[in-house]
C-alpha cells in the first residue's frame, strides 16, 4: 500500500482532478446540448465523435507508442509526421462539413486531436500525465464554453434557433489555435513515419479493435434502436469511461520504474492499491445511478450506469494491465485479447440492444470487459524471461478522451 501515498499517485491525483474538471464541464455540454436541442441529436453528435475515435485510434497508435519508445531524434520526426497528417484530416474534415456533418465533424475532431496528441507527446514521454490532462481540459473547456454560448445566445441575440451543425463548427474553434502551436512545436523537423509497415499494420489493427471495443458499441446501439436510446448510453458511458481513467492515470506514473525492471508487474501499481482504487471508483458511479434512479430523473441513464459501475472496476484493471503489457512488448497478445473482446462487445449489443435498450448495452460492455481483463492479466503475469525493455508506452486512446 506504500505505493498508493507516493508521487506516483500524487501525480495520477493531480492528473484526475483535471479529467474531473473536464468530466464535469462535459457534463454541463452534454446537459446544454440535450436541453436545446434534445435527446436525439445528443445521440447524433455521440455517433460523430464515436466515429472520429475510429478513425483518429488506428492512424495515432504508432505515433503514439514509438513516442514512448524511440530515440530523440525519431521523437522528433515522427512528431512532425504525426502533426502532418492531423492538419490533413481536420481540413479535410471542414471541406465536407456543410455537406456531410456526421464524417466532417469526425474526420474535424479526429485530425484535431492528432495534432493536439503532437503537441502534448513531449509531457506524456516524460511521464506527467497531470500535464497532458491539464492541456486536454483547457481545450476543452474553451471549446464547451463558447460553443455552449452559441447554443443559449442564438435565439436572443441572432434570432434564430441553435442547430447541432453550427454548435458542432463553434465546437472546433480551439483546434485552429492548435494548429499553430503544433506548427510552432515541429518548426524545422523533417516528417518521419512511425516505423517499418509490418509494425505500423499492426498498431493500426491493435487501436481499430481498441476503438472498436469503445466506441463501435455506441455506433452499433445507434444503426439497432435510434438516437434517442444511442445519447441515454452514451451519457452513462461517457461518464464510466471518464472515471475508470484514473487507471490509465495511475499507470502512467510508474512506466519508468516498469521500464528498468523489464516489465516486471512487481515494479507497477500494487495489487491492493489497484483493487482499492477501482472498487471505490466503481462504488460512487453506483451511487450516482442509484440516486438517479430513486429521484427518477433519467432512469434508462440510471440503470446503466448501475450496470456500468463493474465495468468501471473492471476497466480500471485493463488500464493498468495494458500499461504492463506495453512495455513487456506483448503486443501480440494485447492485439489478440482486445479483438476478441470487441468481436463478443458487438455481437453481445447485437443481442441485448433491442430488449433492453442502454441497459443491454451496458451489460454487453462488462461481460467483454471481463474476457479483456482476465486475458491482460494473465498475459502480463506468465513466466517470461526478464530483460531491459527498449522504452514504455502508456495507453492514451481518442475513445478515452474527453468529448
Not at 59 to 65: C, E, G, S
Not at 243 to 250: D, E, F, I, L, P
Request: aromatic letters at 8%.
Amino acid at each position: 500500500m506504500r505505493r498508493l501515498l507516493g508521487e506516483n499517485l500524487l501525480k495520477a491525483g493531480i492528473a484526475a482532478i483535471w479529467v474531473a474538471g473536464g468530466r464535469f464541464l462535459g457534463l454541463a455540454w452534454t446537459v446544454a446540448v440535450i436541453a436545446t436541442l434534445g435527446i436525439s441529436d445528443y445521440g447524433l453528435y455521440a455517433m460523430a465523435f464515436s466515429l472520429s475515435s475510429l478513425i483518429a485510434a488506428p492512424l495515432d497508435n504508432a505515433f503514439h507508442v514509438r513516442s514512448m519508445r524511440e530515440g530523440e531524434s525519431r521523437f522528433a520526426a515522427e512528431r512532425t509526421g504525426r502533426a502532418l497528417v492531423g492538419a490533413v484530416l481536420l481540413l479535410a474534415g471542414l471541406a465536407v462539413f456543410g455537406q456531410f456533418f456526421v464524417a466532417g465533424f469526425a474526420l474535424a475532431v479526429a485530425g484535431g486531436e492528432m495534432l493536439f496528441n503532437a503537441c502534448k507527446s513531449r509531457a506524456l514521454r516524460d511521464g506527467h500525465p497531470n500535464i497532458v490532462m491539464r492541456l486536454d481540459t483547457v481545450r476543452q473547456t474553451a471549446s464547451i464554453v463558447v460553443a455552449s454560448a452559441y447554443l443559449f445566445l442564438s435565439q436572443p441575440l441572432l434570432g434564430s434557433a441553435p442547430t447541432l451543425e453550427t454548435a458542432c463548427l463553434v465546437y472546433l474553434w480551439p483546434y485552429a489555435v492548435v494548429l499553430v502551436a503544433a506548427a510552432v512545436t515541429t518548426a524545422g523537423t523533417r516528417p518521419g513515419v512511425p516505423g517499418k509497415p509490418r509494425e505500423l499494420l499492426l498498431f493500426f489493427v491493435d487501436a481499430l479493435i481498441i476503438a472498436l471495443h469503445m466506441q463501435g458499441d455506441i455506433l452499433l446501439l445507434g444503426i439497432l434502436t435510434d438516437s434517442t436510446i444511442t445519447g441515454y448510453y452514451s451519457v452513462a458511458s461517457v461518464l464510466a469511461m471518464a472515471v475508470a481513467s484514473v487507471g490509465q492515470m495511475y499507470a502512467q506514473t510508474f512506466h519508468g520504474p516498469l521500464r528498468e525492471a523489464g516489465g516486471n508487474p512487481a515494479a507497477g501499481p500494487g495489487r491492493k492499491a489497484t483493487f482499492a482504487l477501482s472498487a471505490g471508483l466503481a462504488a460512487l458511479v453506483f451511487l450516482a445511478g442509484l440516486v438517479l434512479l430513486l429521484t427518477g430523473l433519467a432512469p434508462q441513464i440510471a440503470v446503466a450506469l448501475m450496470v456500468l459501475s463493474l465495468f468501471v472496476a473492471v476497466r480500471f484493471t485493463s488500464l493498468v494491465m495494458t500499461t504492463i503489457l506495453y512495455i513487456q512488448g506483448q503486443d501480440r497478445q494485447r492485439v489478440a485479447g482486445g479483438a476478441v473482446a470487441a468481436v463478443l462487445k458487438l455481437l453481445l449489443v447485437a443481442a441485448l440492444a433491442v430488449p433492453l435498450g442502454a441497459g443491454g448495452a451496458a451489460l454487453a460492455a462488462v461481460v467483454a470487459e471481463i474476457v479483456q481483463a482476465a486475458w491482460y492479466f494473465r498475459a502480463a503475469h506468465r513466466p517470461r524471461p526478464v530483460q531491459a525493455a527498449p522504452g514504455g508506452a502508456a495507453l492514451q486512446t481518442i475513445e478515452e478522451g474527453s468529448r
